[in-house]
């Protein structure tokens, strides 16, 4: 009886999943396995929005398995220690898992091979899983990613991408493999209250309501905060409970703006994960050092605060800040415009910001969240690394009747219009009665600012 090993990591998902195909087509009995590692508690990584969601994955994914006949095996510690212990007690021949990007991830990857070789078990690690291409398969000459997207979107948007999988009708899992219990939403402390839920099912309902309902005006309608016009696949994607690959087929064969502009997101995805799979170190440093100085010391410790609570007084920052504290989610035009504030108007380093992000969002993904904070902050790909996003103008821009600031921020729901943007405005106006914070600096000031801590802009 041959058997073979699945290690999920952050591909929950039995459709579109090569390594669980591969496994299934080449073993008579298989075990999908999932490792909760007290190494990612320890990076930090461990936040309650994403052990939500990723509770809501699991028993999803266990849920897909026993449909098929199979079930999860959950285990908990160190992943290695104990995919190798599943192999020597099932007498494994093989194990499959999905390639990742990170530095932990390769380092997991390397240990596990190599301990698996001692048992004379074969590792089998699958590109195509969690990106559409293959961080590496595109290259530019000379270099071993590409720095700038335009080039690496026409490039990657004329590469062939492989037919998705279907998923397996029935699986086979060995009697007597010990498993631990599979986690609830419920005993999660802290969650944001607006949380999605979790799981391939959903993520697949969400995917085929969006591909035949908003999908065709999203290239007009992705920066309308107060349209929420965007598609919130972001978290499934994430966690792989949906496949970039499938979207990227399905969005092609309905055709129009819509799908392309959506696709080109996800072309941004896979951009991301390509810089940081040969600039791992980007996680934490700059991608491109620049000269100049953050703002350190109590009042820069106090305007990160009022960050965090969303009470700069600056309405289109505020509310973003506070959608991402209700829902752990985000609008994408309102992560520039958070990110911007932060990095450039305020001048703190573009890392606090990344860190609180990553404590919330159940998004939360590093490739994707620090190199877009670097990008924002001018460390990173960005060709303009200078540009400054002025909030007043982006609300007055992307939330031209005021409807997403009137949402989020309640004190100035009784102004009318986009004079709702400019509070310190309005003549006559009784700032106390509000509850409203004044602006924390000037745009002019924090401009001048940002000219002589990190250069001209």
């Known amino acids: 009886m041959t058997v073979s090993v699945v290690l999920y990591t952050s591909d929950l998902r039995v459709h579109d999943h ?25 990076a930090g990584f461990a936040a309650p929005n994403r052990l939500a ?30 995919v190798r212990a599943l192999v020597r007690q099932i007498d494994a021949d093989e194990v499959h898992m999905a390639a990742g990007v990170t530095a932990f991830a390769r380092r997991r990857e390397a240990r596990l091979r190599r301990a698996l070789e001692e048992d004379g078990c074969r590792l089998y690690v699958h590109d195509g899983v969690v990106t559409v291409v293959p961080p ?40 007597g493999v010990r498993s631990e219990p599979i986690p609830r939403r419920s005993a999660v402390a802290g969650v944001s209250p607006g949380l999605p839920v979790g799981g391939e099912s959903e993520g697949r309902k969400r995917l085929g309501s969006w591909l035949t309902g908003r999908l065709g005006t999203y290239d007009d309608g992705h920066d309308d905060l107060a349209g929420d016009a965007t598609s919130r696949l972001s978290p499934y994607f994430h966690f792989g409970a949906l496949s970039a690959t499938e979207a990227v087929h399905r969005a092609r064969g309905r055709g129009g703006q819509g799908a392309d502009a959506f696709v080109r997101q996800l072309c941004w995805r896979d951009f991301h ?29 106090a305007d990160l605060a009022a960050w965090r609570e969303g009470r700069t007084g600056y309405p289109v920052v505020d509310a973003a800040m506070r959608q991402l504290a209700h829902e752990g989610w985000m609008h994408n035009r309102g992560r520039l415009i958070t990110a911007s504030f932060l990095s ?41 690394p ?31 219009g986009p004079a709702v943007h400019e ?3 309005l003549a006559g106006l009784d700032r106390a009665a509000l509850d409203y914070p004044d602006p924390l600096v000037g745009l002019r000031e924090g401009l001048a600012r940002f000219r002589e801590l990190r250069g001209s802009a």
């Open 18 to 42: 090569p390594p669980l195909r591969a496994a299934t087509q080449g073993a008579e009995e298989v075990v999908p396995v999932f490792v909760r590692d007290p190494a990612v508690d320890r």
């Open 344 to 384: 450039k108007t305020l001048c703190i380093d573009w890392r606090e910001g990344a860190r609180h992000f990553l404590g919330l969002l159940v998004d939360g993904d590093v490739a994707n969240n620090q190199l877009n904070w670097q990008w924002v902050a001018g460390t990173g790909t960005d060709t303009r």
């Open 53 to 82: 969601f990723l509770a809501d994955c699991l028993e999803d994914l266990d849920r897909a398995m026993r449909e098929r006949g199979g079930r999860l095996v959950l285990r908990e510690g160190d992943t290695v220690s104990e």
């Open 386 to 416: 200078n540009r400054v996003l002025n909030p007043v103008a982006q609300a007055k821009r992307y939330d031209p009747d005021g409807g997403y600031v009137r949402h989020w921020v309640p004190e100035l729901a009784g102004l009318d």
């Open 273 to 301: 994960h390509q810089v940081l799979a040969a600039r791992p170190r980007a996680a934490e440093a700059d991608y491109r050092s620049r000269p100049g100085r953050w703002r350190v010391g109590a009042d820069a410790e």
């Open 136 to 175: 590496g398969d595109v290259l530019p000459q000379g270099s071993d990613h590409f720095a700038v997207f335009t080039p690496y979107f026409r490039r990657w948007a004329a590469e062939p991408i492989r037919a998705p999988f279907a998923a397996p009708r029935r699986l086979r899992v060995p009697s």
């Open 423 to 425: 509070p310190w405005r």
